[in-house]
């Protein structure tokens, strides 16, 4: 751990044009992010927690580059990304990753394993050629899978052991940050601390810095020192998970520990 940022938000927007038949009935713009600024540690953890719609998703769409803002900016390493000159750009592409609510979006489910964990050595040119196939069953060991999963499809594969893949394919071009959009929300209890202790393993090994998206703090305290509470589009409160948990400064980080306890 450092004091060094990696990643940082300044005063960022995301305003979306809506229809008047939205719930806002006067309101021609959504505010999905609404001046937010944070930064993240090299090697740390930055926990985003809110209740849906709060604009989390967007926030971590928006770090990635893969949304532009309204306003507002995204330094990684002290550079601007949206600045970025085209080289660099495609080198973000590898150094910048993310892990999704459902691997299923991350897997092509017509691919075998191994030609999913392939292509982005490929195209990133992150081993040689004859090298690939060594690093695929090397992924699949440190995700905790076996090679002779290599032929499988990722339905043959249940919903933890996916997430396994997405995050296989994740770190497999050895990114520097990566945003685990609720990466345990939709699994089973019993498999969630698994998954969460394998992110936190594959941490420390190769100094990863996260966004880490959770609902509540009750998920979040497991990954991560600092916390941020979002709603509406804004940072309410940033601190250490236990401070917020034993006196929250705002009603509605209140709401969102009895919510999620
Ligand atoms: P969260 O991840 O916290 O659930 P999101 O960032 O996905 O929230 O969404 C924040 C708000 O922005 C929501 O009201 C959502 O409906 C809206 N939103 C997200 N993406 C779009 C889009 N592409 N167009 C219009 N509205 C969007
Ligand atoms: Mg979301």
């Excluded at 999905?32 to 944070?38: K, L, M, P, R, T």
């Excluded at 991560?224 to 917020?244: P, Q, R, W």
Aim: contains cysteine; positive net charge; glycine residues 6%.
């Amino acid at each position: 751990m450092s004091n060094e940022k990696l990643i940082e938000v300044q005063n960022l927007k995301k305003y979306f044009d809506v229809n008047n038949s939205n719930i806002f009935k006067n309101e021609k713009t959504l505010k999905a992010v609404d001046g937010i600024s944070f930064g993240i540690n090299k090697g740390e953890t930055f926990g985003l927690v809110g209740e849906s719609g709060s604009g989390k998703s967007t926030t971590g769409l928006l770090m990635l580059r893969l949304l532009s803002p309204t306003s507002g900016s995204v330094y990684v390493e002290g550079e601007d990304i949206y600045k970025y000159s085209k080289a660099k750009f495609r080198k973000m592409r590898k150094d910048l990753q993310i892990i999704f609510q459902d691997a299923s979006w991350a897997l092509d489910p017509k691919m075998i394993i191994e030609d999913i964990l392939t292509e982005p050595l490929k195209i990133h040119n992150i081993v040689p050629r004859f090298e690939r196939e060594k690093e695929v069953k090397r992924l699949l060991n440190i995700v905790g899978l076996s090679s002779k999963d290599m032929k499988k499809f990722p339905h043959e594969f249940s919903g933890g052991q996916r997430q396994r893949i997405g995050i296989a394919k994740a770190i497999s071009t050895r990114p520097k940050f990566i945003l685990c959009d609720e990466p345990v929300s939709a699994l089973d209890v019993s498999i969630q601390s698994k998954i969460l202790n394998l992110l936190t393993d594959l941490q420390k090994e190769y100094s990863l810095t996260y966004l880490f998206i959770a609902h509540g703090l009750n998920v979040v305290r497991h990954v991560s020192n600092t916390v941020g509470v979002m709603y509406l589009g804004k940072l309410m409160e940033i601190g250490k998970v236990d401070d917020i948990y034993n006196s929250p400064k705002h009603p509605y980080t209140e709401a969102l520990i009895s919510a999620f306890p």
